[in-house]
């Protein structure tokens, strides 16, 4: 008999891990397939642009996946969650870009159903995918946390070497480094920025530091107390754009729903850095306009409207660098 409402994570009932039990004894005693199949498609996907090395994967993810289907064998979910995070703080400390993280995830979900038994029923897909949706619900919050914890320290050390420098004399301001004047002034349009609540778009060519513009304008707003996220919408798949973005929702059994929040949504009272706005297609840049006027998201599934506090800060490839 289920509950009214699911026990775990606002997703998963008991049943939901009972059933999957068969699955988890199999993910643990081919663990080694599992992970050796996911490199292969991580390196198919992300070539030469990926983070980690095929020795730091293997040793990374194989012992997780141990680890992981061990709690969830023994039905210990807090255990579970806690391992996830760590795991997320881990691939934050390492730098390994959040999109990366997302789409690597997906093909993890490719490479287990290899081992799926032929003919599974389909409420056993669907318990596992919602099981999914926690791990990167959980991955994504221990991400934005690490990285938080490291800008709070930076920034308090970044603010101590500003108070004893006058705004002519700066030859470092948020991570970015330069004492000429066309440096100055992209501290001085930061802070402007900053100031403000308004989107922002950054121009410049690869390599000029968009990004840290972006985080440093996140860095001094004072009303910016959530994370902050980015994606790169050059090196996401167009297929899964939409669903990292606005997030997506799946009717589930029982008329309950599986939702992912999407980027937007996990940013709440942070700022989003949309990188290579321009490689959206126009579908998406409309939609993107639209929560933008309206302050509200719509997740792909069934019509549902939810608000979104965010600062936008976008970037497109060009001449120069304008904040």
């Not at 008991?14 to 050796?36: A, C, N, P, Y």
């Not at 919050?141 to 002519?168: K, T, V, W």
């Not at 972006?214 to 959530?226: D, F, K, L, Q, Y």
């Not at 939409?242 to 980027?263: C, K, M, V």
């Amino acid at each position: 008999m289920q509950t009214a409402t699911p026990r775990h994570f606002h997703l998963l009932w008991d049943e939901d891990i009972d059933q999957l039990r068969g699955i988890f004894k199999l993910i643990f005693e081919r663990s080694e397939e599992i992970v050796r199949h996911w490199y292969r498609l991580y390196v198919l996907h992300f070539g030469d642009a990926r983070s980690l090395s095929e020795s730091e994967f293997i040793r990374i993810f194989e012992p997780a996946l141990r680890r992981n289907k061990r709690a969830l064998l023994q039905g210990d979910l807090d255990a579970y969650a806690a391992q996830v995070m760590r795991m997320g703080e881990l691939l934050a400390q390492r730098r390994v870009p959040l999109e990366e993280i997302i789409a690597s995830l997906h093909l993890f979900e490719e490479s287990v159903y290899t081992v799926f038994p032929s003919g599974a029923p389909t409420r056993i897909y669907t318990s596992f995918d919602k099981l999914s949706h926690v791990r990167i619900i959980l991955l994504v919050s221990a991400y934005f946390r690490s990285h938080s914890a490291a800008a709070g320290e930076r920034i308090a050390a970044l603010e101590r070497e500003a108070a004893r420098l006058g705004n002519d004399s700066r030859s470092r301001f948020h991570g970015l480094v330069g004492a000429s004047r066309a440096m100055r002034r992209v501290y001085a349009q930061i802070q402007a920025a900053g100031a403000r609540h308004d989107p922002v778009l950054i121009v410049g060519e690869p390599g000029t530091g968009r990004e840290q513009v972006a985080r440093a304008i996140h860095e001094i707003s004072a009303a910016r107390a959530g994370p902050f996220a980015a994606i790169n919408c050059a090196a996401v798949p167009p297929d899964l754009i939409a669903g990292e973005l606005f997030g997506f929702t799946r009717g589930a059994q029982n008329g309950a729903a599986a939702d992912y929040l999407g980027l937007l949504r996990a940013a709440e009272d942070g700022s989003v850095f949309i990188q290579e706005a321009a490689a959206l297609e126009p579908p998406l840049q409309a939609e993107l306009l639209r929560v933008i006027r309206e302050k509200t998201v719509r997740p792909a599934g069934p019509h549902r409207e939810y608000p979104v506090n965010v600062r936008f800060l976008a970037s497109i490839a060009g001449p120069g660098l304008e904040a």
